[in-house]
């Protein structure tokens, strides 16, 4: 059994009344790295290791311009981002549960980037296959 993760940018949140109170740039708006619906596929094999590259050319489905979202072929995934999903995408990559317990499917995850006034949130999930 192989296993590979899948990641998809749920939803985009903005707190307007925050980055204006304590960011420099006080009307930065949404995070610019992401689009809802951007979907993300992780291989760990003998041909790729897109974890160790992290997510670099990862992205599968946007309705951007590829070279202008994280994880793209010309940017790996936001640092912020990357801190707070590198754990369960490894994981799922080894073939282990994600999130037994909490979540309805042990192999699904939401989570989200650690930006205080921008958040991102994503769905991590392990697929096996053959």
């Not at 998809?8 to 925050?18: A, F, I, Q, S």
């Not at 619906?37 to 951007?64: H, M, P, Q, S």
């Not at 990559?93 to 699904?108: A, D, F, P, R, T």
Request: proline residues 5%; glycine residues 8%; contains cysteine.
């Amino acid at each position: 059994m192989k296993h590979k993760v899948k990641v998809t940018v749920l939803d985009k949140k903005l707190y307007p009344e925050l980055q204006q109170e304590y960011c420099t740039e006080p009307n930065s708006g949404t995070c610019p790295c992401y689009n809802v619906g951007d979907e993300f596929i992780f291989y760990r094999d003998e041909v790729r290791d897109d974890f160790w590259r992290v997510g670099l050319n990862t992205l599968v489905k946007t309705n951007a311009d590829p070279d202008t979202v994280a994880g793209g072929p010309k940017m790996p995934f936001c640092s912020e981002a990357w801190d707070a999903i590198a754990r369960y995408i490894y994981t799922g990559l080894q073939g282990g549960s994600i999130m037994k317990g909490w979540m309805k499917e042990e192999n699904v995850m939401i989570t989200c980037c650690s930006d205080g006034t921008r958040p991102v949130i994503f769905k991590i999930e392990r697929i096996d296959y053959e």
